[in-house]
C-alpha cells in the first residue's frame, strides 16, 4: 500500500485461518502473511501448522500456530479465547478447513453427512460468531468462507458435500446482511477443482477426466490462485464487496458445450 497509514493499519491486523496448514489453507495463510498481517494458522495438524509458521517467519511475515478442530465447539471458543488474549484482536476470518465424502444419495451413510454439516457449516458459524465479536470492537473485519462449485452445481456423489457448500453460500450471505453496519464484509471463494492433497484423495481418473473436459481452461487450479482472491477479498481494496460467491474454476460454472 502506498498511504503509510493503511500499511500501519494492515500490519496491525490479526487474521485466523482455518485449516491453515496444508493445501489451499497454508497458500491463503502465507499469502496474508506476506501482505503484512499477523496469521494464526488454526488446524489439527499442529506439526504441519508449526512447520508452515517457521516457514512464514523465514519470509520475514508473522504468524503464530493456533490449534483448532472446527468439529469441536470447545476447541473454538478456546482457539479465539487465545487469539484475544495474546492481540485483543481478530480482523480477518478465513473458514477453509473442510472435509469431503463422496457416496451416492441413496447410499450415503447417517455419520458421513452429519460429519461434512458439522466440520463445513456448524464450524464456519460458530468460527464467525466468535470473529464477528472481536471485529465489531474496531468497526471493521473481513470473513472469508472457502466453498466450491459444488455448492452451486450439483455433482454425482457429493449429496454430504455439496448440499454443506450449498448451506455455507446462504450463511456467508446471512452473515453479510447482518454484519454489514458493524464495517464486516463476508464473502464466499468457491473454488473448482484445484490441485491439493484432497482433491488427490477424492478424485478419481474418471473424475479427472470429467474435469478435463468440462473446465475451459483444462487444467486443474493451484492454492495459489484461490488463496489470491482471498487475499484481495480480505483487504481495504474490497471494502465494497459483501455478500457475494465468487467463483476461481477456470470458467466451469460458465460453460455449457465446449466441442461441436
Given at each position: 500500500?502506498?498511504?503509510?497509514?493503511?500499511?500501519?493499519?494492515?500490519?496491525?491486523?490479526?487474521?485466523?485461518?482455518?485449516?491453515?496448514?496444508?493445501?489451499?489453507?497454508?497458500?491463503?495463510?502465507?499469502?496474508?502473511?506476506?501482505?503484512?498481517?499477523?496469521?494464526?494458522?488454526?488446524?489439527?495438524?499442529?506439526?504441519?501448522?508449526?512447520?508452515?509458521?517457521?516457514?512464514?517467519?523465514?519470509?520475514?511475515?508473522?504468524?503464530?500456530?493456533?490449534?483448532?478442530?472446527?468439529?469441536?465447539?470447545?476447541?473454538?471458543?478456546?482457539?479465539?479465547?487465545?487469539?484475544?488474549?495474546?492481540?485483543?484482536?481478530?480482523?480477518?476470518?478465513?473458514?477453509?478447513?473442510?472435509?469431503?465424502?463422496?457416496?451416492?444419495?441413496?447410499?450415503?451413510?447417517?455419520?458421513?453427512?452429519?460429519?461434512?454439516?458439522?466440520?463445513?457449516?456448524?464450524?464456519?458459524?460458530?468460527?464467525?460468531?466468535?470473529?464477528?465479536?472481536?471485529?465489531?470492537?474496531?468497526?471493521?473485519?473481513?470473513?472469508?468462507?472457502?466453498?466450491?462449485?459444488?455448492?452451486?452445481?450439483?455433482?454425482?456423489?457429493?449429496?454430504?458435500?455439496?448440499?454443506?457448500?450449498?448451506?455455507?453460500?446462504?450463511?456467508?450471505?446471512?452473515?453479510?446482511?447482518?454484519?454489514?453496519?458493524?464495517?464486516?464484509?463476508?464473502?464466499?471463494?468457491?473454488?473448482?477443482?484445484?490441485?491439493t492433497p484432497l482433491t488427490h484423495a477424492h478424485h478419481s481418473a474418471e473424475t479427472r477426466e470429467s474435469y478435463r473436459r468440462t473446465v475451459p481452461m483444462r487444467r486443474y487450479g493451484t492454492p495459489r490462485e484461490i488463496a489470491e482472491m482471498t487475499a484481495f477479498l480480505c483487504s481495504v481494496h474490497a471494502s465494497y464487496i459483501t455478500g457475494q460467491?465468487?467463483?476461481?474454476?477456470?470458467?466451469?460454472?460458465?460453460?455449457?458445450?465446449?466441442?461441436?
Amino acid at each position: 500500500m502506498k498511504d503509510s497509514s493503511l500499511k500501519s493499519a494492515t500490519q496491525a491486523r490479526v487474521a485466523v485461518v482455518t485449516g491453515g496448514a496444508n493445501g489451499i489453507g497454508a497458500a491463503i495463510s502465507s499469502c496474508l502473511a506476506a501482505d503484512g498481517i499477523t496469521v494464526a494458522v488454526a488446524d489439527l495438524d499442529l506439526d504441519a501448522a508449526q512447520a508452515l509458521v517457521l516457514d512464514i517467519r523465514k519470509q520475514g511475515g508473522n504468524a503464530f500456530a493456533l490449534p483448532l478442530d472446527v468439529s469441536d465447539a470447545g476447541s473454538i471458543k478456546h482457539a479465539f479465547d487465545t487469539v484475544e488474549r495474546a492481540h485483543a484482536r481478530c480482523d480477518i476470518l478465513v473458514n477453509n478447513a473442510g472435509i469431503a465424502g463422496v457416496a451416492s444419495f441413496v447410499e450415503c451413510p447417517l455419520e458421513i453427512w452429519e460429519r461434512v454439516q458439522k466440520v463445513n457449516v456448524t464450524g464456519p458459524m460458530l468460527c464467525g460468531q466468535y470473529a464477528a465479536r472481536l471485529m465489531a470492537r474496531h468497526g471493521w473485519g473481513r470473513i472469508v468462507n472457502i466453498g466450491s462449485i459444488s455448492g452451486v452445481r450439483a455433482g454425482t456423489g457429493r449429496t454430504a458435500y455439496g448440499t454443506s457448500k450449498a448451506a455455507l453460500i446462504g450463511l456467508t450471505r446471512q452473515m453479510a446482511i447482518e454484519l454489514a453496519e458493524q464495517g464486516i464484509t463476508a464473502n464466499c471463494v468457491a473454488p473448482g477443482p484445484i490441485q491439493t492433497p484432497l482433491t488427490h484423495a477424492h478424485h478419481s481418473a474418471e473424475t479427472r477426466e470429467s474435469y478435463r473436459r468440462t473446465v475451459p481452461m483444462r487444467r486443474y487450479g493451484t492454492p495459489r490462485e484461490i488463496a489470491e482472491m482471498t487475499a484481495f477479498l480480505c483487504s481495504v481494496h474490497a471494502s465494497y464487496i459483501t455478500g457475494q460467491v465468487l467463483a476461481v474454476d477456470g470458467g466451469f460454472l460458465a460453460a455449457g458445450i465446449l466441442e461441436v
